[in-house]
């Protein structure tokens, strides 16, 4: 079998037919793109990108590019495996699907008789994002009709911007078509970098029409990342976890100067006072000027002080934040001082302006709006407290564990303060040893577990610690849903390229044929086409405007054509009366009362600049004394593609360090180097560039973890570094880590 | 007629779709054989780094060095359209010839693979798909629409004639196909 995936298709394209298949990937990559899948002899030998007239083509990035070598990789699983060696170590033997079943289904009934189901532990992901065999909702519903199970809340990217914006907003729409660029004439991309993170197919190509159209764009960020290398007029470099207080100092400057958009907050918010307050220190008698920012952010006082004028009388403008500064130990502060800056300059609601928020949804083809087989009520979660809609992070883990806490939670359980003593994980579309806080801990709580099984595709450093790996089908061996990442205007369909390869199953599949093993009867009644069809016809967006699903099929897309760009509360600000904010108050909340009662220190009703642990000012910055970044790659979806060689060759695995700081080590580019804090130590290759603030190092996330007999992590994993805690409105901090970096 | 590229270096980010597409369309490895490649740049100091980024395919050029270079003839430029293509059953392999054509080039654009005796391949300007009326790979992948193709004369009528950009120099001995629109230092 893996001889037969070695052989390369080859450019021979003669004898046999080639079909060409339109469909498009469920990576949880920023984008969403039509591919036209080059297939013969049930392998895709090549991959074409939309062929739409321009302007309206959806171009792919690199990632799919290469995405035949993902799915034909020689390194993909084909059949299931259960553990011979220690966890961790990687030896496994071939076993039947009837020995896999049974040894799950064995263990899922051990485990309930024993300790009952809240020993049970449900780890679902974004590794496969799309309607039917995202394997969460299936496996969810499994496990709700065999009696329960304990599952984890949040996710790893966002959830600083969507407290913040649920916070100000009482939504998460807060997005613009990416086009409505093209009528700004100020961008400040305010640590957003989407000529790697993507942002929507298209946004970094609507970014540049937009330089090109002659908006003025500022970047401020730690890194002078492409897009600031490809559009941006001038860099500010700024330390990570600061970029509230230098948004306090630009309020304050508005203040000062009298700068602001009176009229507008009046008009559309509430508690800008009590913000105001802030800034100016009444207070606690400290007021918020550019200088005290300058100390803390790195950023000169009279910088902060040009944009905080140029910002506010240059209109329309768009600040754009986004989620990665908001990973941090503060980071919804970030997002709510932003959106708040919108307000201050009238910016939110109209063309060419942003509400910030971080999230750049709009309503038309929103991924949240998705429609997916449906759960059930998880018995284990009845007697819980109401969640929904609740600030109260709190609240929302008396049930559930925290994304960035699941192995915390396997080592402490119920003593630790968590839901449950955990005794088995079943896991998919995720590789959270990789992708979450502290790898070094992650290790050692999968080795505490009774039983650990996963899906997969590949051997994953997560899959290494399993007692039983699945196989199964990617999204090329498949027919789905999907919708763009985060949004539209449009919806997407994945077409079946290839009959699955090997033995692998579809997530769906593997989740029904254990149901029948558990004794639970027509769990899934219908053919796959009969779901796909169902779930077009009965979403309240789609159904209306999909009338023809075979020819949806076929196209692989449906395109909603927007008379004018969509513009976040354009409706509020045209008829704030009948139009009111989804906040209690109905306007923009600056001052949250909702913030107020949770009466916690770190969820402060105004936005406001905190000090914590791991920043600047903790003493353990003398002995870890570098800020260590972890952005998105551009040649991996955060650990996925990982294996991929055409996408590996692009851009080598290095940390990124300022020659200050390598100099001051003695370190010179391509130097193998350590990188150690005291939750680990990873070894990397140097990469010594101007393009980042001294006192500061960057890792991509999504390398995977390879530690050696002595612990050293020789795959260079940014989580090895990072901590697994999160903020006070639940965002994973993997952006607030201190380290210090020798040379190996 | 002579065919060409046209590179917008103001827009390029530097992602490496046309170098993956390229590889793609063409089956190479990942590995030493790069019909596309990317060329980094990064100058100044900090706060105030520039940084561009330059593609390198072959240029197609009117005067190809490599053609004459080539001691068995294997590198041929069609008359029609000037694309410049390696017959591979000519051509004798890096031992034989100590890869004259690739040392002749000043673009460095003749690859070979990792194997011993590998024969010189480059870009073809997408051969099969120019039969097609279709525009090469890397031109249809670029994510931000940075590159065009076509006959070199329409280019130049459509972009100028602009051939000098960090990262490249035009040979005017070998006279590559390209026009460019260079990036000049961003900051204001």
Redesign the interface.
């Known amino acids: 079998m893996e001889d037969n995936l070695k052989e390369?298709?080859?450019?021979n394209i003669s004898g046999g037919e080639v079909r060409i298949v339109r469909t498009t990937s469920t990576f949880d990559c920023g984008g969403r793109c039509p591919l036209r899948l080059h297939v013969k002899d049930n392998k895709i030998?090549?991959?074409?990108?939309d062929d739409f007239s321009?302007p309206g083509q959806l171009?792919?990035?690199?990632r799919c590019?290469?995405y035949?070598?993902m799915v034909h990789h020689p390194e993909r699983l084909m059949y299931p495996q259960k553990r011979t060696g220690a966890r961790g170590e990687g030896k496994f033997e071939r076993i039947s699907w009837d020995e896999a079943y049974d040894t799950l289904a064995g263990e899922l009934i051990r485990v309930k008789e024993t300790y009952g189901n809240r020993g049970i532990f449900l780890a679902t992901g974004g590794g496969y994002l799309a309607s039917l065999h995202n394997a969460g909702f299936a496996a969810s519903r499994l496990l709700t009709q065999f009696g329960g199970f304990v599952t984890h809340y949040g996710n790893i990217s966002s959830e600083g911007a969507v407290w913040a914006s649920l916070v100000q907003y009482g939504s998460v729409m807060v997005g613009h078509s990416r086009e409505d660029m093209l009528n700004s004439k100020l961008i400040i991309l305010w640590g957003w970098d989407p000529?790697r993170m993507i942002s929507g197919t298209?946004t970094?190509?609507h970014l540049?029409k937009a330089k090109e159209n002659g908006a003025r764009i500022v970047a401020i960020d730690p890194r002078?990342h492409?897009?600031a290398?490809?559009?941006?007029?001038?860099?500010i470099?700024i330390f990570p976890g600061t970029d509230t207080a230098m948004m306090a100092a630009m309020a304050n400057v508005m203040i000062r100067e009298n700068l602001y958009d009176q009229a507008f907050l009046d008009k559309y918010t509430v508690g800008f006072d009590k913000f105001e307050q802030y800034v100016m220190g009444r207070e606690d008698g400290v007021e918020k000027t550019p200088a005290w920012a300058s100390e803390i952010s790195g950023v000169d006082a009279s910088t902060i002080e040009r944009l905080a004028r140029v910002y506010a009388t240059t209109r329309p403008a768009a600040l754009m934040d986004c989620q990665g500064p908001a990973r941090s130990a503060m980071g919804e502060q970030y997002n709510r001082c932003a959106m708040t800056l919108c307000a201050m300059t009238g910016n939110v609601g109209r063309q060419g302006g942003s509400a910030g928020g971080g999230l750049m949804g709009i309503p038309v083809g929103h991924m949240f709006r998705m429609s997916a087989i449906p759960p059930g009520k998880n018995p284990f979660e009845l007697d819980g407290p109401n969640v929904k809609g609740t600030l109260d992070i709190g609240i929302r883990v008396v049930k559930r564990v925290h994304i960035n806490k699941i192995f915390d939670a396997i080592l402490k359980g119920k003593e630790g303060g968590y839901p449950s003593d955990i005794k088995m994980m079943w896991s998919m579309c995720n590789n959270y040893l990789n992708q979450t806080g502290n790898s070094n801990k992650a290790a050692r709580a999968l080795k505490k577990l009774e039983f650990f099984a996963v899906n997969e595709l590949f051997m994953t450093p997560q899959a290494k610690y399993a007692d039983l790996v699945l196989p199964v089908t990617s999204a090329a061996e498949r027919s789905d849903l999907t919708r763009p990442w985060p949004s539209g205007p449009y919806y997407t369909f994945v077409n079946r390229a290839i009959e699955p390869l090997g033995e692998c199953k579809s997530d769906f599949d593997i989740i029904s044929d254990l149901a029948e093993r558990l004794g639970i009867k027509d769990f899934n009644p219908y053919s796959e086409d009969e779901w796909l069809r169902m779930f077009v016809e009965k979403n309240p967006e789609t159904g209306p405007q999909i009338t023809d699903y075979e020819k949806f099929k076929r196209e692989g897309i449906h395109r909603v054509s927007l008379p004018e760009p969509i513009v976040a509360f354009r409706e509020q600000i045209e008829d704030i009366e009948n139009k009111p904010f989804l906040t209690p108050s109905g306007r923009i909340e600056i001052f949250s009362q909702r913030a107020a009662n949770l009466n916690n220190p770190l969820c402060p009703p105004i936005p406001m600049y905190m000090s914590t642990p791991e920043d600047r000012k903790d003493s353990l910055f003398e002995k870890y004394p570098l800020q260590l970044l972890t952005p998105h790659p551009?040649?991996r979806v955060h650990s996925d593609l990982y294996k991929v060689?055409?996408?590996?060759?692009?851009?080598p695995h290095r940390v990124w360090i300022?020659?200050?700081d390598a100099e001051a080590r003695g370190i010179r580019d391509g130097d193998e180097v350590y990188v150690f804090n005291g939750r680990g130590k990873v070894a990397i290759t140097a990469w010594v560039?101007?393009?980042?603030?001294?006192g500061v190092i960057s890792i991509f996330e999504g390398a995977w973890y390879d530690p050696d007999e002595n612990g050293i992590d020789r795959g260079g994993c940014a989580n090895t570094l990072t901590k697994d805690a999160y903020s006070g409105g639940g965002a994973a901090v993997m952006n607030t880590c201190l380290v210090e970096v020798v040379k190996a | 007629m002579q065919i060409g590229f046209y590179f917008d270096q103001t827009r390029c980010t530097g992602c490496s779709a046309c170098r993956v597409a390229c590889k793609d369309w063409h089956d190479i490895p990942a590995g030493p054989e790069n019909w596309m490649r990317v060329i980094y740049t990064e100058k100044g100091k900090f706060p105030d780094p520039s940084v561009s980024y330059m593609i390198a395919p072959c240029w197609h050029c009117t005067d190809p060095v490599c053609v004459p270079a080539c001691p068995a003839g294997a590198i041929i430029k069609r008359k029609e359209d000037g694309i410049v293509f390696v017959d591979s059953d000519a051509c004798l392999g890096n031992d034989e010839c100590d890869e004259k054509c690739l040392k002749a080039c000043p673009y460095n654009a003749p690859q070979f693979g990792p194997e011993k005796g590998a024969g010189m391949r480059k870009c073809n300007y997408c051969l099969d798909r120019f039969a097609e009326g279709k525009l090469p790979n890397c031109v249809e992948a670029c994510p931000v629409r940075a590159l065009d193709a076509g006959p070199l004369r329409e280019l130049e009528d459509k972009y100028g004639k602009s051939r000098e950009a960090e990262g490249f120099k035009y040979s005017q001995r070998t006279k590559p196909a390209v026009v460019i629109k260079p990036k000049e230092r961003n900051r204001i």
């Open positions: 390369r298709p080859g450019p030998i090549r991959v074409e990108g321009e171009r792919t990035c690199l590019r290469a035949r070598q000529a298209n970094m190509y540049i002078y492409d897009t290398a490809t559009v941006a007029d001038e860099w470099p551009k040649n060689e055409w996408l590996r060759e692009v851009e300022n020659p200050v560039t101007e393009r980042i603030i001294p």
